[in-house]
């Protein structure tokens, strides 16, 4: 089992950069890839970033160059994916939700609101 706990988020103004992070405990060695998916109001759930256990990363066309997925592992206990989010629009406007996948189940975080006002 693996337990997730989103943080950060909140209000930043155009232009400007918010990092929010989720970490990861419990059977983290069976994670296969941490992710971070995106629901805007009226829309639905898109996929934003993932990273492999072996490190290979995926972004939407729509946030590359602007937001990086990156993680940590500490002390073979907690393993932590952020999302760097740099030069934010107002269409990235959004709950944030985590996602962590291991060979059986999907994990979500709780969701984390992002909000870029223009």
């Known amino acids: 089992q693996v337990q997730v706990v989103e943080s950060g988020g909140g209000l930043v103004q155009a232009g400007g950069s918010l990092r929010v992070s989720c970490a990861a405990s419990?059977?983290?060695?069976?994670?296969?890839?941490m992710g971070w998916y995106r629901q805007a109001p009226g829309k639905q759930r898109e996929l934003v970033a993932t990273?492999?256990?072996?490190?290979?990363?995926?972004?939407?066309d729509s946030v590359k160059g602007r937001f990086t997925i990156s993680t940590i592992t500490r002390d073979n206990a907690k393993k932590t994916v952020y999302l760097q989010m740099n030069s934010l629009k107002p269409e990235d406007t959004a709950v944030y939700y985590c996602?962590?996948?291991?060979?059986?189940?999907?994990?979500w975080g709780q969701g984390t609101q992002v909000t870029v006002s223009s």
């Open positions: 996602n962590v996948a291991d060979n059986y189940n999907n994990y």
């Open positions: 419990g059977t983290i060695f069976s994670i296969n890839v």
């Open positions: 990273i492999t256990s072996a490190g290979s990363k995926n972004y939407i």
